[in-house]
Structure formats: structure tokens, C-alpha cells
């Protein structure tokens, strides 16, 4: 793929300045802008594929000490390479965490995403969605949301991700007001973070308390009671 790529990178530049050598009798006209133009791609995506292996690395390594016990070190270790490697990519650990926070969030948006008419059922989905994020990609969710010792999400801001979860939790708290079935004076940031907090008790619950009965039938019942309280009577 990358070659076809520089294939069309070549296809498609402007003509670029050459160099003449002599061997053997005869000039050879090199292109010098071409090469270095290919070399970058080569670096860029070698870059890329080293700073996805360094995040799925640390996440491992979350995974199994949490976010407090992994150092750069170990990262490193786990991926076989030197320490002062890594800083060629991010520049801390911090910075490492944050970039999987962003992914994380970014992966919830791709399931969030969509709407149903029912604006009730369309404001089920989204909390119902973000509660399976829990158990399909427990990883992401555990560091992102239950780790307590990572730094905080503020961190992120600005962050289109969380941006457009909040965009898309109080568009769906708006359409409920609007047609009448909640309280239209209803306070939408509140009630959104009221409805997060809940399925975010009962996911951490079925995490991370494993001699507890917790299922996705009490996951049902507690989304489908904090909404059934907003409903006016």
C-alpha cells in the first residue's frame, strides 16, 4: 500500500529539481525533491505504526497495574526498545494517557452515534450504548472513567470528542423536552450527568465486582427508572 501511495505521490507532483552525474561516460539525471519527498512518507508512517504500538503497549500494561504502577521504562520494555525512544513520540506519560483517553472517547462517539424518532427511546440508546462501551471495550473504559489514579479529563480540553458526546447527550435530552415528554424547564446538563452517573455505578459494578449479582437486566432497570422518573405525569 505504501508503495502503491508513493507511486501517486510521484504521479501527481509538480516537476522537481534533478541532479546529473557521470559514470561509465554517461549522465544520469537523479530527482532530488522525489526521494526526499518519499523518504518522509516512509518516516510518517513509520511513526505512526511506532506511536500505535507504544498506545496499545501501555494499555496492556494499564490493563494489568493500572495507570499509577506503569512507568516509561516499562513501555519500553514491553515493546523491546530503549526508554529515550519513546520521548521521540510522546514527551511523557501523561501525554500517553491522554492520547488513549482520546481514543477511547473517539471509539464511544463511533457508537453513539445515530438516532432513532422515538426521542425516548432515542435518549435510551445513548446511556444503554455507553454502558456496553463497559463491557465491549473494557480497557478503554476502565482507564478512561474508573482509574482513579490517571490524571484528570480536563486534561483533554479542548477535545472534539467530548464535545460532541455532550453535544449529542443534551440534543437528545432537548428533543425530549421539546415534544412534551420531560419538563421543558428541565435542567439538561444535570439531568445528563445524573443518567451517566448511574450507568456508570452499574458498569463499574459488573467490572469490577465480580461476587455481586450485576447483569444487564439491572443495567436495564436502573436506565429505564432514572428515565421513567423525568417523565412528566
Known amino acids: 500500500r505504501v508503495k502503491k501511495k508513493l507511486r501517486l505521490v510521484a504521479a501527481s ?3 522537481v529539481a534533478t541532479r546529473s552525474t557521470r559514470g ?16 518522509r512518507v516512509r518516516g510518517a508512517a513509520a511513526a ?3 506511536r500505535a504500538a507504544i498506545l496499545d503497549a501501555a494499555r496492556e500494561l494499564y490493563r494489568a497495574g493500572g495507570y499509577a504502577g506503569v512507568t516509561m521504562r516499562a513501555i519500553a520494555d514491553q515493546l523491546g526498545i530503549r526508554a529515550p525512544s519513546l520521548y521521540h513520540h510522546f514527551v511523557s506519560k501523561e501525554a500517553i494517557f491522554l492520547a488513549l483517553e482520546e481514543q477511547a472517547l473517539a471509539l464511544l462517539v463511533e457508537r453513539i452515534e445515530g438516532d432513532v424518532a422515538n426521542p425516548l427511546e432515542n435518549l435510551r440508546q445513548y446511556f444503554w450504548r455507553y454502558y456496553q462501551f463497559s463491557r465491549t471495550h473494557s480497557d478503554h473504559f476502565t482507564l478512561t472513567w474508573v482509574d482513579q489514579s490517571t490524571p484528570p479529563m480536563a486534561r483533554l480540553f479542548p477535545s472534539r470528542s467530548i464535545e460532541r458526546l455532550l453535544e449529542m447527550a443534551h440534543q437528545r435530552l432537548r428533543r425530549c423536552a421539546d415534544a412534551g415528554l420531560v419538563a421543558p424547564s428541565v435542567n439538561i446538563p444535570e439531568v445528563a450527568n445524573v443518567l451517566w452517573s448511574a450507568m456508570l455505578g452499574v458498569a463499574v459494578l459488573h467490572l469490577h465486582q465480580p461476587g455481586m449479582d450485576v447483569s444487564d437486566a439491572l443495567a436495564t432497570e436502573t436506565l429505564n427508572t432514572v428515565i421513567a422518573g423525568l417523565q412528566r405525569r
Open 13 to 15: 507532483a509538480e516537476p
Open 24 to 39: 561509465r561516460g554517461r549522465a544520469v539525471v537523479m530527482p532530488v525533491a522525489a526521494g526526499k519527498a518519499s523518504r
Open 48 to 50: 505512526a505504526e511506532m
